[in-house]
Every structure is written in C-alpha cells, then in structure tokens.
C-alpha cells in the first residue's frame, strides 16, 4: 500500500477524525504501530475492547464458533445466540432479548417498541422524550433523540413527536411528560456529553412520572453497561426499573453485536415480521459475547474494578489540588472517567499521543478515559506518569 493515509482520505467518506498512527497489532492494554512502537490504549476502541485488545478467549471463542458455520441467518436457531440470551436474562431485568449490530439500531428497536407500546393504549400516544445533551447514536431515528443541535441541524426533518428535557431537572422533565409521552431515553452517565450523572432524585421523579403517566423508561447503557462502571448494567447502582435497556459496544468482544433488553410486560409487543434484521445476533459476535459476559459474572471482578478506579480516581484528585488551573473537574464512576481540563484538551491529547498515550476527548474539554477493564494497577500508573509529566510541561 502506496500512503495508506492518502488511500484512506481518497477512497473512504471522510467523516472521521483520524488519529495520525497506523496500528497493526494489538494486545492487552497496549497498541503497536508497523515500527513496533507500543501505545498504551485508554480509551479500548470506544469502550468496545473492555475485557482487553486482542483477548485470547475472544479469539478462542471466533475460532471455535466460525469453525462450524459463521452465519446460518435469523430463520434458524442457534446455541451461541440462545446462550448469550440466557445469560443476559439471568443477570439482568429482561425477560426476552432482541440482538442488533450495534448502539443505534438497538435504539432504533426500542423506539420501535416505545411507539408500538404508546399506540397500543391510544392512537395519540406517541410522544417520546430525551434529554438535551444525550448521544443516542447517527442513524435518523436514533439522532432524533441525540438531544444536540450539533448532530441534527443539516439533517433535518428528523424524527416527528420527540423532544427534550434538561437532564437532572426535574421541573423541566415534568412539565415536559404528559398523556402522549409513550417513552423517556436516558443515560444514567452521559458519556458523548461529558461524563454527566443522573442525580438520584431525577431518578426518582423518573419512576414517578412513568407510572403517572405510564410510559415506558429506556435507558441506554451502550456506554455505561456490561461492567464499565463496575455492575453488568449501571442500573444495578439506581433505584430504577427500566423497561428496557439498550446495549452495545464491548458486548461483542469487539465483533459487532448491540442487544435490546426487553421487561417481561412489554415482552410480547412487537409481532413475527414487525422487526428484524439479517445479521442482528450473529453467531460468531454472540460466542463472544458469551466469554465478555462470563468474565464480567467472575466473582472477583466487581471488586477488582471497584479497587482500580478508586486507585485511578484518588490519584487523579491528587494531581487535580497540584494542578487547579489545568484540571477544573473529575467526574465518573468505574472506569468511565472524565477529567475536565478545558481549554487543554486538545492539547493534551497531542502531547499524549506524542508520548505513547491513546487518550479520547468528548464535549471539547473532557478528556474520557474508558481503559479496557482488565488494565492492571502498572497501567494506570504509567498512564498517571505521562498524564503528569504533559500537565507539568508548560502547556
Ligand atoms: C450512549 C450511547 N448510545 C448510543 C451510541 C451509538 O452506538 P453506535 O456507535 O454503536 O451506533 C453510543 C456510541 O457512542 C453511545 O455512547
């Protein structure tokens, strides 16, 4: 290959903002570029290499599962889909499963639960609602509900009958719900719109309205879930009860596969013929998702994770006293961290790259560490040192 950045730009939409590395290798928590430089990654490929980059059992699991077929098509049943069903419904509020290739059609599914369950009690009840500030994925259904101007404004008209409320107000959430609202979309951590908590008392009224006003409560966990912050599912941490939970990313050990988690009211909705798609549920991505899900069950891993963002975390308020003017906030929970340095993210961002560091910025000014979830306790504490060393320099 010729340039394969020049290549990339000429034969590839160019909507992407590359990185200026090629990497050809990848493992554990590190990533290797064609000269054998070795980068540590924290950032798992957008929070989909959680359980590591290249995992040997991931690997194991794509060889077993292709060697005897690799897609047979949703006409036929298949042990490595049903499994990982199973186990999901086990370990979680769900009581049937619908499988995706991804976070936004696993959106575009529940939109389409939401609208069949809201026209089922009246024809007027359409009414969905997101927060401003939300990321719901790109393709029109679920960009209607990406709550930010940036992401909609030159695609327009876009989905009718959804609109947005303030996340964490309260005030603004009530007056927004009413009899036509068929369903709330909400990411109990907003990770596209700076690592954001819901607050418990939001959480709460949530619950209210929804029995009020009976509709249904999605929460997105494509970025929060299958142990990023600790618990299979963030949830686990609120007193919420979702009716369904929209999953993705790392469910496929980095092969796509997205899942909708369906409640047991709402399991029978959606008709033979009413949804579907050719490669939702692929069985290879299905056999990996198995082993992603086993490892999360492991019984130390809760604790394990719990032990190294509370390490991360404490040594990160360590650095944000030492350096106020460049660190204003840390915010996030597990290993979902943002670290707000305003002005300086881009900056830092280069200055990491430059020092073998693979760091993600989201919303301008946070930088987002979403390390694969397996990183050891030498990891963080080489990602600290180079973290301190770029804010120390004069920048
Ligand atoms: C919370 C959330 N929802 C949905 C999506 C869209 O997922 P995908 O890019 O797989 O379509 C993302 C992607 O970053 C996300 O973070």
Redesign the pocket.
Known sequence: MENIFREDKKYILNVYNRINLEIVKSKGSYLYDEDGNKYLDMFSG??VNNIGNSNEEIIQAILKQSSDYIHISNYFVSKSIVKLAKLLVENTHASKVFFTN??????EAAIKIARKFGLSINKGKTHILAAYN??????LG?LSL?GQKKYQENFKPLLPDIDYFIYNNIEDLKQKVNHKTCAVFI?LI???GGIIQIDNSFVKCLNELSKKYNFLIIV?????GLGRTGELLTSHYYNIKPHIT?L??SLGGGL?L?AVLVSKDIENLLKKGEHGSTFGGNPVSCACGEVVINKILEKDFKKDLRRKSNYLLDKLYILKDKYPHIIKDIRGKGLMIGIDVGEYAFIIKEKALEKKLIINITNKTVIRLLPPLNIDTKEIDEFLDIFEVIISERI
Not at 102 to 107: D, I, P, Q, R
Not at 134 to 139: A, E, L, M, V
Not at 220 to 224: G, L, N, P
């Open positions: 957008l929070s991804s976070g936004t059609e696993s959106n939300s990321f719901h994925g790109r393709t679920s990406t990411e907003q990770g596209e997105d966990e494509i970025q929060t929209t993705a990313k796509p997205g």
